[in-house]
C-alpha cells in the first residue's frame, strides 16, 4: 500500500501547504534546529506539562515528547473537515436528545434497541431530561485519520470528557517563540483564543437558575487523574475556579463552591470527572469524587453540567458503527466524513470475517480508550493472535474490528534528519446554543516509534504543532 | 375508600452532621386506582434544596442537613381516595421504554436460586404464570423481621430462605425479567386490615403484560394490590424507589425510628 506524506507528497515533490515552511527548512542549519528541539524539550519541562501513565510504575509522570516539525493542513482541505465536523457533532447531539426521549431511531430500526439497552454509558436518570440549551455535547474531540490528499476518516468520537487541548495550546505556544519568523512567513490561523471561545461557549450555555453573568467552574478528580495538568491549566486559562467535589455544597437549591465571602452558586460546571462518578446518590455509591445531590439540582434547572451526563452512548465504539445512518437520520444530508469500515463482532458473520482475517485488521475493546486492549493484526505476533481468538470468540460483543488503514507520515525531526511518522489529528469542537466552533487544527499525534500506527501518548506517542493556513 | 396516612421518620445522629443530602420519594402518584386530595411533606433539620419528577415520573425532593444537626425528621401526611381495579395499574406511561424494565440490577440478578423457581413455575399465560411465582415466592421466602440485611439481593434472600417484603419483590422482578417480562418496584404505603398502626412502609412488585399493562404483586401478602394499597415510587429495584436515600459527611453512626398511620376515613 504507498503511504501518502503529507509534506512529501505521494509522487515526492513537496505539497503547497509546506512550501514556504520547507523552503525556510531547506535554509536551516541542523545544529541549530537540534538546539531548538532541546530548548522546546525544556520549555516543556519548565511549564510542567506532563500525562501519567497508567499501568506504568516506574515512569508516573512523563513528557509527551514534541516534535518541532509542524502538521500543515491548507485552508481549503480544513473547509471541508470543519463541515463535516459540525455536521458529526450536530448529528451527535441530535441523537443523544433522541436517546434521552422519544427514541425515534430505535423505532425507525436505524439502530438496533440491543445497541442502547445493554450499554452501560446509557443513562435512565437522563431520560426526559433537557439540558439548558439543549446542549449535550459542549466539548467534542473528533478524531480523524488521513489515508491520501482527500481521504479523511473519523477514526473515533469523543464527546466525554475529550483531553489533550493543553497540549495543542502549548505546541502553538513553543514553536511561536522558538520559531517566530516562521508566523510572519505563514499565515497560521491562531488556536490562542481557545480558552476564551470555551468559556464563552460554556457561559452561553447557562441554566435558566442563572442570574446575571454566569459563574463557570472546572471539577477536576485531583491530582493523581493523569490530566490534572490540564483541568488545571483550562481553569487558570479561562478565568474560572478549578474545584473537587469536596469544595461544593447543595446551597439554595445550587450548586455552590466555598468562597472567602461564603458560598457562590456555580452556573456552568465544566466537570471532568466520569459520569459514575459524578454523583454517589444517582451513580456510583462509594465515589467519593463527586457531589452528591448535583443531578438532582441538574434535573431541577439549576446548573448546567458539560458535557451532559450520559453523553458516552454517542462515542461508544459499537454505535459509532451506526454513525452514518445517525448523521443521515437527523441531519437528511449524506455525512461529509467518511466513517472507517467496521465489522461488529457481535454479528456472526462478521466475526467470521474477522476471525478469518486477524492479521490484518485493528481490533478494538467496545468501551476501551488510549489505545489499550487493541490488536493490530500486520504487528502482532502469532502468539497475540491466537491469543486475541480466545478473546473474540469468548466476548465478541465486547469488540469490533476495522482495516488498518494506511494512516498518512509527517516528518518528524531526528538526530539524522527528517523521517516520516504516521500521525492522527484531534480537532476540538466547541457547541453551544447558538453555534458551533471549530478550533483550526487541533492536536495532531504522532506515533514516535518508525512503522508504529499507535498514536496514543499513553503508548509512546508524541504531539506536534497543527497549523490551519489562510489560504 | 379514603385513606389518611400520617408517616414520620426520626433519624438520631450519634454526632453533630455537618453536611448531606437527604433525597425523598414520598409523594404519592397520581394514577387511576389512587387520586392524591392532599398531601404535605415537612423536614426538621433539613433544608428543601430542589424538587423534580424523575424517569420513573417520582416526585423527587432534595434537602441539606442543616449544619451540625443530630436529628432529622420526615414527616409526610395527607389524604388519598382509593379505587379498587384489582391490582391492574394500566398501561405503560411516559418516556422511560419498557425495555429498560428487563434489565437486571445489582438487586434483581436471576442466579441459581430464580432459575430454580422458574422451573416450577406452571400457567397458559403469563398472568397465570406471574401469580404462581408470587405463589412460589411466598413458599419460598418466609416472612421474617429484622433478620435480612437492605443490601441483600434476589439470590441472597433465597439462599437464606426468609427476608421482608424488599427481598420478596427483589426475587418477583428477577424472575419476572428472566421470563422477558418487564417488572419494577414499588415502595409505598398498605393498611392492614383492621389495623390503624402500621409497623413500616410497604413494598411489592409489578410486571407488564402485554394487552393488560403494569399489574401488580404483593408477593408478602400472597394477592394483587387492592384498595388498601398506595403507591408511592417506582424504579428498576429499591434503590430507585427508597423513600429516603442520603448521603452524609462526618463519622456519626445513625438511628432511624418509624410511627406510620394508615387510616381508613370513608
Not at chain 1, 520549555?43 to 515512569?59: D, P
Not at chain 1, 443531578?295 to 458539560?306: C, K, P
Not at chain 1, 486475541?388 to 534528519?417: C, D, H, M, W
Request: with cysteine; glycine share 8%.
Amino acid at each position: 500500500m504507498d503511504m501518502f506524506d503529507e509534506m512529501q507528497g505521494q509522487e515526492g515533490h513537496i505539497r503547497d501547504p509546506y512550501a514556504t515552511f520547507d523552503a525556510w527548512l531547506s535554509e536551516e542549519d541542523a545544529t541549530r534546529l537540534r538546539a531548538k528541539s532541546r530548548e522546546a524539550e525544556d520549555l516543556f519541562r519548565l511549564t510542567g506539562i506532563t500525562f501519567n501513565v497508567y499501568g506504568r510504575s516506574e515512569a508516573e509522570e512523563r513528557l509527551i515528547p514534541f516534535d518541532i516539525i509542524p502538521r500543515i493542513i491548507s485552508g481549503r482541505e480544513w473547509q471541508r473537515l470543519e463541515r463535516g465536523i459540525e455536521q458529526r457533532v450536530r448529528a451527535i447531539n441530535a441523537f443523544l436528545h433522541d436517546i434521552y426521549h422519544r427514541q425515534e431511531i430505535l423505532r425507525a430500526g436505524r439502530v438496533p434497541q440491543e445497541m442502547i439497552s445493554g450499554n452501560e454509558a446509557f443513562l435512565p436518570q437522563m431520560i426526559g431530561v433537557m439540558p439548558p440549551g439543549g446542549v449535550y455535547t459542549h466539548i467534542t474531540g473528533i478524531d480523524l485519520v488521513r489515508t491520501g490528499p482527500d481521504d479523511f476518516f473519523v477514526l473515533e468520537d469523543n464527546a466525554r470528557t475529550p483531553s489533550g487541548v493543553s497540549y495543542m495550546l502549548e505546541n502553538r505556544e513553543t514553536m511561536l517563540r522558538m520559531f517566530p519568523e516562521l508566523f510572519n512567513a505563514n499565515r497560521v490561523r491562531p488556536v490562542s483564543d481557545y480558552p476564551r471561545n470555551l468559556r464563552r461557549s460554556l457561559a452561553a450555555s447557562a441554566p435558566p437558575a442563572c442570574e446575571g453573568t454566569p459563574t463557570v467552574a472546572v471539577l477536576t478528580p485531583g491530582m493523581y487523574n493523569s490530566a490534572y495538568y490540564e483541568h488545571a491549566f483550562l481553569a487558570d486559562k479561562m478565568g474560572v475556579e478549578l474545584v473537587e467535589g469536596h469544595d461544593l455544597r447543595i446551597v439554595d437549591g445550587r450548586v455552590a463552591m466555598r468562597t472567602t465571602r461564603g458560598y457562590q452558586p456555580i452556573d456552568v460546571l465544566y466537570r471532568r470527572v466520569d459520569d459514575d462518578f459524578l454523583d454517589p446518590l444517582s451513580f456510583n455509591p462509594e465515589s467519593t469524587l463527586g457531589v452528591p445531590g448535583i443531578m438532582d439540582v441538574y434535573r431541577a434547572g439549576g446548573i448546567t453540567i458539560a458535557n451532559a451526563p450520559g453523553t458516552g452512548i454517542s462515542d461508544d465504539k459499537a454505535i459509532y458503527s451506526y454513525m452514518p445512518e445517525i448523521v443521515e437520520f437527523y441531519t437528511g444530508e449524506r455525512p461529509i466524513l467518511q466513517n472507517v469500515p467496521t465489522w461488529r463482532c457481535n454479528e456472526k458473520e462478521s466475526l467470521d470475517y474477522v476471525l478469518a482475517n486477524l492479521s490484518e485488521l485493528v481490533v478494538k475493546e467496545v468501551h476501551g480508550s488510549g489505545g489499550y486492549g487493541m490488536l493490530i493484526g500486520p504487528a502482532a505476533s502469532k502468539k497475540e493472535l491466537k491469543s486475541f481468538e480466545r478473546k473474540l470468540r469468548a466476548r465478541p460483543g465486547n469488540y469490533i474490528a476495522q482495516p488498518t488503514l494506511s494512516l498518512s507520515t509527517v516528518p518528524v525531526f531526528t538526530n539524522k534528519g527528517l523521517a516520516p511518522r504516521h500521525v492522527d489529528l484531534r480537532p476540538f469542537v466547541l457547541m453551544s446554543p447558538e453555534r458551533i466552533n471549530v478550533t483550526p487544527g487541533g492536536l495532531t499525534r504522532v506515533a514516535m516509534k518508525k512503522g508504529s500506527l499507535v498514536v496514543n501518548s499513553s503508548q509512546g506517542g508524541g504531539t506536534k504543532d497543527t497549523w490551519v493556513l489562510e489560504d | 375508600m379514603r385513606l389518611a396516612i400520617n408517616h414520620t421518620t426520626r433519624y438520631r445522629y450519634t454526632a453533630p452532621v455537618p453536611y448531606g443530602v437527604q433525597q425523598i420519594r414520598l409523594y404519592p402518584k397520581p394514577t387511576r386506582a389512587q387520586t392524591v386530595v392532599d398531601w404535605s411533606i415537612t423536614v426538621k433539620g433539613a433544608t428543601k434544596q430542589v424538587e423534580f419528577d424523575d424517569h420513573h415520573r417520582n416526585h423527587v425532593m432534595l434537602f441539606s442537613f442543616d449544619p451540625d444537626v443530630t436529628e432529622l425528621v420526615v414527616h409526610s401526611q395527607g389524604l388519598v381516595d382509593m379505587a379498587d381495579t384489582a391490582g391492574i395499574v394500566g398501561p405503560h406511561e411516559g418516556l422511560t421504554p419498557l425495555w429498560l424494565f428487563l434489565s437486571s440490577t445489582g438487586h434483581t440478578k436471576a442466579g441459581k436460586g430464580c432459575r430454580e423457581i422458574l422451573r416450577r413455575i406452571a400457567g397458559g399465560t403469563d398472568l397465570e404464570r406471574l401469580h404462581d411465582l408470587s405463589s412460589q415466592i411466598h413458599g419460598a421466602i418466609a416472612y421474617e423481621t429484622g433478620k435480612s440485611e437492605i443490601a441483600w439481593t434476589a439470590e441472597d434472600a433465597l439462599a437464606a430462605g426468609h427476608g421482608v417484603c424488599q427481598d420478596h419483590a427483589h426475587v418477583f422482578i428477577a424472575c419476572a425479567r428472566a421470563m422477558g417480562l418487564p417488572a419494577r418496584y414499588v415502595s409505598g404505603y398498605l393498611r392492614m386490615d383492621g389495623q390503624d398502626e402500621q409497623s413500616a412502609t410497604h413494598a411489592w412488585a409489578e410486571a407488564h403484560v402485554d394487552n393488560i399493562g403494569w399489574v401488580g404483586f404483593d408477593v408478602s401478602n400472597a394477592i394483587s394490590p387492592d384498595m388498601r394499597y398506595v403507591r408511592v415510587a417506582t424504579g428498576l429495584d429499591y434503590t430507585e424507589a427508597a423513600p429516603v436515600a442520603g448521603h452524609r459527611y462526618g463519622m456519626a453512626d445513625e438511628d432511624m425510628d418509624v410511627t406510620l398511620r394508615v387510616t381508613q376515613q370513608q
